[in-house]
């Protein structure tokens, strides 16, 4: 039987690790390349090194720490609670599982240049909660 390649316990995802060790270090699926094929734009180099960059933080629960790893994203989302019996919502500090907008990397294997590029941009919410604006410079667009 194939079994998760790190905990050798479990059965593995086509990426062959389970679903247990992904949740644990905070690891998804690697959706398609975002990039078009072609050469570096800082040394016409043809290698990259594909990454999806993760961000790591600590999250601290009654007496422990919790380690929190996730995809890094362009912004996250809030945590509002419905405050009980009161008026309002609790606001709290976005959590970096709670990520929109996956980002993907590309490292020349010549250079070192690394290009970005955001796995989903029409998934990117737009608003002050998330530091984000929508520019549009088509021609058509009301603001210019
Ligand atoms: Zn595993
Ligand atoms: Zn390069």
């Known amino acids: ?61 009654r007496d422990m720490n919790l380690a929190e790893v996730a995809p890094m994203t362009l912004t996250q989302q809030p945590v509002v609670t419905e405050r009980l019996m009161r008026e309002g919502n609790t606001v709290d500090a976005p959590r970096v599982v709670l990520g929109e907008g996956m980002l993907e990397t590309y490292t020349c294997m010549s250079c070192g240049y690394i290009e970005w590029y955001c796995e989903d941009p029409s998934e990117i919410p737009i608003g002050p909660e998330y530091m984000s604006e929508l520019v549009d410079y088509s021609p058509d667009a009301p603001y210019r």
């Open 1 to 61: 039987m194939v079994r998760c390649k790190l905990c050798q316990r479990n059965p593995p995802n086509p990426n062959g690790l389970c679903n247990e060790c992904m949740d644990e270090i905070g690891v998804v699926e690697m959706p398609p390349a975002r990039r078009r094929a072609g050469p570096c734009l800082k040394c016409n180099g043809f290698k990259f090194v594909r990454v999806i960059p993760r961000e790591y933080t600590v999250k601290s629960h």
